[in-house]
């Protein structure tokens, strides 16, 4: 068992799953980092869809180089 617990080992699988991440790229994250891409999955209340002109202006913005 992880010194750190099971909850940091679980969280370190999640992440993994999730992000890709490694298990270097876990342990060298902060909690900052892990809250940050979590965020990205979570359902937030009040939150709208990018509407397809806010879409279509980051794509100008932001070009894939096609």
Do not use: H, N
Request: hydrophobic content about 60%; glycine content about 14%; proline content about 8%.
């Amino acid at each position: 068992m992880s010194a750190f617990g099971p909850g940091a080992v679980r969280l370190a699988g999640l992440m993994a799953r999730l992000a890709g991440w490694a298990p270097d790229r876990f342990w060298a994250a902060t909690p900052a980092d892990v809250a940050a891409v979590l965020a990205g999955w979570a359902d937030e209340e009040g939150a709208a869809p990018v509407g397809r002109g806010a879409l279509a202006a980051m794509m100008e913005i932001f070009p894939d180089g096609r």
